[in-house]
């Protein structure tokens, strides 16, 4: 089992920026790549930015040059840093980690951009 706790959402204005945090706790050795989601309201979740292990990373088109997902394996934290939010980030994300083939997810923490 390993568990996920997300924090650092909130309301900011377009341009601003925003870090999301999400803390493992558990069977974090068998973790191997952590992620984080999005899920706006009427639309599907979707993949926003995932770091694997060996620190690879890749992100969705509409986040690219803007968000930066990185991990402290001491801190078993992996972080969303958003730059330049736009209304169109704004959603619950969720953060996500695959850890022995099982896939957990975290509570989701709100992100509301204003224009």
């Known amino acids: 089992q390993v568990q996920l706790v997300e924090s650092g959402g909130g309301l900011v204005q377009a341009g601003g920026s925003l870090r999301l945090s999400c803390a493992f706790s558990g069977n974090i050795f068998r973790i191997n790549t952590m992620g984080w989601y999005r899920q706006a309201p009427g639309k599907q979740r979707e993949l926003v930015a995932r770091?694997?292990?060996?620190?690879?990373?890749n992100y969705a088109d509409s986040v690219k040059g803007r968000f930066t997902i990185s991990r402290d394996n001491a801190k078993n934290t992996v972080y969303l840093q958003m730059n330049s939010l736009e209304p169109g980030d704004t959603a619950v994300y969720y953060c996500?980690?695959?850890?022995?083939?099982?896939?957990?997810w975290g509570q989701g923490t709100q992100v509301t951009i204003t224009s």
């Open positions: 996500n980690c695959i850890a022995g083939g099982l896939t957990y």
């Open positions: 770091i694997t292990s060996a620190g690879s990373t």
